[in-house]
């Protein structure tokens, strides 16, 4: 198992004083039988779910099937410190994954999961942008030519369309040229820019 960063580490402690449990054995369940009591009770396991998801423990089940049990259970008009302590483990499960070795994590993948939270497609291409000077770079490159067929995406396809558009925005395609295409394999570049550079009055095919 990679070992867990220091923003995902710092975000669990916030969530554990937000979210306390007397479920004593609840860190020695498994994610399924945490997703069933999760289906009636979700802030009781909370911590252990996101733990597992942070861990990339969850087995065969998702992330953003956690997400959804949120937004079931109406997480957005909990007490605000509450929110922004899954708001700040979010942020910190997006820029693991940004700041991971492509061979070990797909940032593609995780967005597919964080837009179930509803947070605006904004809030994350923001930080992808942060880091091209990285392996975002190369996320982001794996992202506009291979795509992503992780099932989050299923019936998120507008915001999967806003990854393009944005990375055909000036801002990205520059970053791209300027920043970030040092960090990519050799030819590359000219893939991404295909994918990218639209000239005025040509139909991409």
């Known amino acids: 198992m990679t070992p867990r960063s220091l923003p995902l580490q710092r975000s669990l402690d916030l969530l554990r004083v937000e979210f306390p449990t007397d479920r004593a054995l609840s860190g020695e ?3 399924d039988a945490l997703f069933a009591l999760a289906s009636t009770d979700i802030e009781s396991v909370l911590v252990d779910l996101l733990t597992l998801a942070g861990d990339g423990l969850l087995g065969d089940r998702y992330a953003y099937e956690i997400f959804d049990l949120l937004n079931d259970a109406g997480w957005a008009d909990w007490d605000m410190p509450a929110v922004q302590a899954i708001v700040r483990w979010a942020d910190a499960f997006w820029l693991t994954a940004l ?6 994590a797909d940032a593609g993948a995780a967005l597919g999961q964080l837009v ?3 947070l605006g497609m904004v809030k994350w291409l923001a930080v992808w942008l942060d880091e091209l000077d990285g392996y975002g770079a190369e996320h982001l490159a794996n992202f506009l030519i291979e795509g992503s067929d ?18 055909q925005s000036d801002t990205v395609i520059n970053g791209f040229t300027m920043i970030g295409g040092v960090h990519l394999p050799a ?3 000219e893939q991404v820019l295909d994918e990218i550079v639209v000239t005025p009055g040509l139909p991409r095919v």
């Open 29 to 31: 369940l498994g994610s």
């Open 187 to 189: 030819g590359r570049m």
């Open 116 to 118: 179930h939270l509803d």
């Open 99 to 104: 700041r991971m070795m492509p061979e070990n």
């Open 150 to 167: 992780h099932p989050g995406w299923d019936g998120y396809e507008d915001e999967r369309a806003q990854v393009r558009t944005w990375a």
